[in-house]
């Protein structure tokens, strides 16, 4: 069973992306894409190329169970804020990722819309993966209770780069 198509928190609707997000998507990412690159090289590509294209698979994926992608939107106004997606494997564990519009970090947004998706039915465990420099993502870890499991080197592109893996476990959910 995979999360909702739409949740609501305090400040945030969460919900699968529509075509009509095209242009509040192209716009944060436009204004984003610096911050984010910095920290999320694979992103990055997929956000450089045909938006469309990535809002159709991200509906595709959604519907087949494979990644669930979510905008962020304010509840006040409507406010694109950010992006989040639920990735599960085939051994109970989720994946997030995540990135905030520029105008929108450390704001506590992506903290609120992790703590909206760590919910029962959708997984065993629950993963970050973040750089142990970016600071915004290890707060959110922290913030939400997962506990850092270890760092290590991976490869990518031809560099080794740190990454920091972060767990949360329902018995341990301090949400």
Same mark, same amino acid.
């Given at each position: 069973?995979?999360?909702?198509?739409?949740?609501?928190?305090?400040?945030?609707?969460? !919900?699968?992306?529509?075509? @009509?997000?095209?242009?509040? *998507? &192209? $716009? #944060?990412?436009?204004?984003?894409?610096?911050?984010? =690159?910095?920290?999320?090289?694979?992103?990055? !590509?997929?956000?450089?190329? @045909?938006?469309?294209?990535? *809002? &159709? $698979? #991200?509906?595709?994926?959604?519907?087949?169970?494979? =990644?669930?992608?979510?905008?962020?939107?304010? !509840?006040?106004?409507?406010?694109?804020?950010?992006?989040?997606?639920?990735?599960?494997?085939?051994?109970?564990?989720?994946?997030?990722?995540?990135?905030?519009?520029?105008?929108?970090?450390?704001?506590?947004?992506?903290?609120?819309?992790?703590?909206?998706?760590?919910?029962?039915?959708?997984?065993?465990?629950?993963?970050?993966?973040?750089?142990?420099?970016?600071?915004?993502?290890?707060?959110?870890?922290?913030?939400?209770?997962?506990?850092?499991?270890?760092?290590?080197?991976?490869?990518?592109?031809?560099?080794?780069?740190?990454?920091?893996?972060?767990?949360?476990?329902?018995?341990?959910?301090?949400?």
């Amino acid at each position: 069973m995979g999360p909702p198509a739409r949740l609501e928190t305090e400040r945030l609707i969460l !919900r699968r992306y529509e075509p @009509d997000d095209l242009q509040a *998507l &192209r $716009d #944060a990412v436009d204004s984003s894409l610096d911050t984010i =690159r910095r920290w999320m090289p694979n992103t990055t !590509r997929e956000l450089s190329g @045909d938006l469309g294209l990535w *809002l &159709r $698979d #991200a509906r595709r994926q959604f519907d087949e169970g494979e =990644r669930f992608a979510y905008g962020l939107f304010t !509840r006040a106004d409507g406010t694109f804020v950010g992006h989040i997606s639920a990735i599960p494997g085939d051994d109970g564990c989720v994946e997030f990722g995540y990135w905030a519009h520029a105008s929108f970090m450390r704001q506590g947004f992506v903290s609120e819309a992790v703590r909206a998706l760590v919910r029962p039915g959708i997984g065993d465990r629950f993963v970050i993966y973040c750089s142990p420099e970016n600071e915004a993502s290890m707060g959110v870890a922290r913030t939400c209770g997962f506990t850092l499991v270890e760092t290590r080197m991976v490869p990518h592109e031809g560099r080794d780069y740190p990454q920091a893996r972060w767990e949360l476990r329902p018995s341990s959910r301090s949400l």
